[in-house]
């Protein structure tokens, strides 16, 4: 284990469906991020959360929204998707920028799945 | 965490050869670098780093040389095992910014 939990691990759901993928980190960090991996582009950075303030939204459609109710943990609240999110959503944190924190540290992922 | 479905590069070596795995970064002031194994069912795990004023770094079996004039990485892999058989992205990170921007990524299959 890494010390970032995501949980589910896969979830399908409908376009009309409402879920939420949750992110929990161990490890004392103060940044945390959404990333999205799929089949035509790997790793897009979706979200920035630093000490709990969203410091970047990399022009993500309004169907995602994130909420980090404190340094510990970060949720993706999904609805009305589209078979094109359909990825795997991976949470990262980090002490502080990555460039002294050296890097992220990664959750395991949720495999989305819309149907 | 596997990159199931994706059109990647694949790179593949005997056991026991050595590996090179290449990326192209895309900013020139860019001045922090990593590499990251993503092994199947789970997420990228970091394995080396380098600041841009160091050309070479080595850790344990693996190195990474930095090329600023070209604005290339790469990863060495000694005595390449099977449990090296991954998926590799570079990272590149500027100016304390709180993003890390990915390469494409490159599989590496290890034959027996």
């Known amino acids: 284990e890494t010390g970032v939990t995501q949980t589910p691990r896969h979830l399908v759901m409908g376009m009309t469906n409402k879920k939420s993928l949750k992110c929990e980190q161990h490890?004392?960090?103060?940044?945390m991020y959404w990333y999205k991996q799929s089949a035509k582009k790997p790793l897009e950075l979706m979200f920035v959360?630093?000490?709990?303030?969203?410091?970047e939204n990399n022009s993500v459609p309004s169907r995602f929204s994130p909420e980090c109710p404190n340094s510990s943990h970060l949720f993706l609240h999904l609805h009305t998707l589209q078979p094109e999110d359909s990825a795997l959503y991976l949470c990262?944190?980090?002490?502080?920028?990555?460039?002294?924190?050296?890097?992220?540290?990664f959750g395991s992922g949720t495999r989305l799945t819309v149907v | 965490g596997e990159s199931v479905g994706l059109h990647l590069p694949t790179l593949s070596v005997q056991e026991g050869d050595n590996s090179i795995i290449n990326c192209a970064y895309s900013?020139?002031?860019?001045?922090?670098f990593i590499w990251y194994k993503q092994e199947s069912g789970k997420g990228p795990q970091f394995i080396i780093d380098?600041?841009?004023?160091?050309d070479k770094r080595q850790g344990q079996r693996v190195t990474v040389l930095l090329n600023k004039t070209v604005k290339h990485l790469s990863l060495q892999i000694a005595a390449t095992q099977p449990g090296d058989s991954a998926v590799y992205f570079c990272?590149?990170?500027?100016?304390?910014?709180?993003?890390?921007?990915f390469g494409s990524g490159t599989r590496l299959l290890v034959r027996p």
């Open positions: 900013n020139s002031a860019s001045d922090y």
């Open positions: 990272a590149e990170n500027m100016d304390s910014s709180y993003k890390l921007i």
């Open positions: 959360y630093n000490f709990k303030e969203q410091t």
């Open positions: 380098i600041r841009s004023n160091m």
């Open positions: 490890l004392g960090h103060n940044a």
């Open positions: 990262a944190s980090s002490q502080e920028n990555p460039g002294r924190s050296y890097g992220y540290t």
